[in-house]
């Protein structure tokens, strides 16, 4: 075998570079590690400010990125510290007195403080609040800030949920200066400051060079939501790879895909999304408990989450998820049985009579959902129309706030939410004054013991008079390429944490 002069030259000269280099002891640069992340989501919010508007897709954004508590909840579920480092309760539970970080500032450089803190809580409870959790807050006597990292709650009664409500995206602390205009642009003490909002298209945060817990700091120096309704674009969108992650993949029937491609992560973990349908019990034919128990038992609920989420999901009884503390099975109080609803709405009136309409969001669940209980209720001779709805706009504004329909259907997602069964102007027009007791007690409790066996209460009074069908819950159904580490596999709240987010490869 000849070999040219030119050849033999390269061959020699690599081999010199290779014993060079192993005589030095260097070895290949690898590329450094990804900075930058793009997340997927279904559904673009409508604002940035989760203190003045409902939809968790806000919190998604938002929540812990941005914005920031007096506590937070962790990945368990659990209360913990954040702009209060420490906090003492009286022996009555009527006082809380919280001592706040130091030297903690806002993206536009306004000093956190108690003062800061006092402005936060007072526009959330206040007469003019639109806060969306605004009713946590009436148990709030008044909010003092004796010095600038003091601040003291006192409270008309004891309540045993105020740090947990505390802990929720409507409690996040707002800068004075600029609450505003927090809606299109976001000023928090987070990890991530707010960069630009393209709407219809991306949302983009920038890391934050000044935060306060350098301990904590954010592994991302850039992080881009994507909203991406259709959820077979959300499958392509991750085989390409132009997103990262998707912490809530929106096709259930498309995830075994992505489970079975080894460049993706995938886990399923669970929620506090309680898909119920909820009724108009302010007018006929859903004023009549009858109706409503009726309609119950004619829902085949393991036969919906097969049709309507692939099998994926959890039949509940009421309104509380198996994550929450004193979760009771009562999916057995109205199981599935065509002929009891049937004559139960004979008795009722409705022997063959009763039509009604769903407005129902376009989402794929909901969709989904609307159309396999429409096929259950022709059964027992009930008619149901379909009225698909835009959501969060139509559905906010026809629904939630006007009231102008007969049944919806939605994912209910903030934990431990009973308490809005009690609240005089929901959209579900229902009052109880027994089920109103009972929240009361629960959350009036001085011992855990107390305060579980009246959820327990709440639980069986709602399963039984059926303010709304209780369905399933919704999965965590994630997805993320591999080499990113730092996602919540479950959540105990609607959020993207992505303080602990970062790419190892």
Do not use: C
């Amino acid at each position: 075998m000849l070999i040219s002069r030119r050849h033999l030259a390269q061959l020699l000269g690599g081999a010199v570079l290779l014993s060079g280099m192993a005589m030095s002891g260097l070895a290949p640069a690898q590329a450094a590690p990804r900075t930058d992340l793009v997340l997927g989501m279904t559904t673009e919010p409508a604002g940035l400010d989760p203190t003045i508007a409902a939809p968790v897709t806000i919190g998604q954004v938002t929540w812990q990125n941005i914005y920031q508590g007096l506590v937070r909840i962790d990945r368990d579920g659990k209360v913990q510290p954040q702009l209060a480092e420490s906090w003492t309760i009286s022996p009555d539970g009527l006082t809380y007195t919280f001592k706040l970080r130091s030297g903690v500032t806002f993206h536009d450089g306004e000093a956190f403080n108690s003062a800061a803190a006092k402005f936060s809580l007072d526009r959330a409870r206040g007469d003019s609040s639109v806060n969306p959790q605004k009713p946590f807050f009436s148990v709030i006597e008044t909010v003092d800030a004796p010095d600038a990292g003091t601040l003291t709650l006192r409270l008309k009664r004891p309540s045993s949920n105020l740090l947990y409500w505390l802990g929720w995206p409507a409690a996040v602390m707002v800068p004075p200066k600029a609450a505003d205009t927090l809606k299109t642009n976001p000023v928090g003490t987070g990890p991530f400051r707010f960069e630009s909002w393209t709407k219809g298209d991306r949302v983009v945060l920038k890391k934050n060079a000044d935060y306060w817990d350098k301990a904590g700091a954010a592994g991302l120096e850039q992080v881009t939501f994507r909203f991406i309704g259709d959820p077979q674009a959300q499958l392509v969108a991750m085989q390409s790879g132009d997103v990262d992650a998707i912490p809530l993949f929106a096709a259930p029937e498309l995830f075994t895909q992505l489970q079975k491609d080894e460049r993706f992560t995938t886990e399923v973990g669970q929620t506090e999304m309680k898909v119920v349908a909820g009724m108009n019990s302010a007018k006929k034919p859903f004023s009549d408990p009858r109706v409503r128990q009726a309609l119950m038992m004619a829902v085949d609920r393991n036969m919906l989450i097969e049709g309507a989420y692939s099998g994926f999901g959890t039949a509940i009884g009421s309104h509380y998820t198996p994550n929450d503390p004193g979760y009771k099975d009562l999916t057995s109080v109205y199981p599935y049985d065509p002929a009891k609803a049937k004559a139960l709405l004979a008795e009722a009136g409705y022997d063959g009579t009763l039509a009604f309409t769903i407005k129902a969001p376009q989402m794929a669940y909901a969709t989904r959902s609307a159309e396999i209980m429409q096929a259950m209720f022709a059964e027992i001779g009930v008619t149901m129309t379909i009225e698909p709805t835009e959501f969060p706009a139509r559905w906010v504004a026809d629904v939630f706030t006007a009231k102008n329909f007969d049944m919806t259907i939605i994912a209910h997602a903030e934990p431990m939410d009973v308490a809005i069964y009690s609240r005089p102007n929901y959209y579900f027009g229902y009052h109880n004054p027994v089920l109103d007791a009972a929240i009361t007690k629960a959350e009036q409790a001085t011992s855990e013991d107390e305060r579980l066996a009246a959820y327990g209460e709440v639980q069986t009074i709602l399963a039984t008079d059926v303010p709304a069908l209780y369905l399933f819950v919704m999965p965590k159904l994630a997805v993320w390429k591999a080499g990113l580490e730092g996602f919540w596999t479950n959540e105990p709240i609607p959020s993207n944490d992505l303080t602990q987010v970062r790419w190892t490869q």
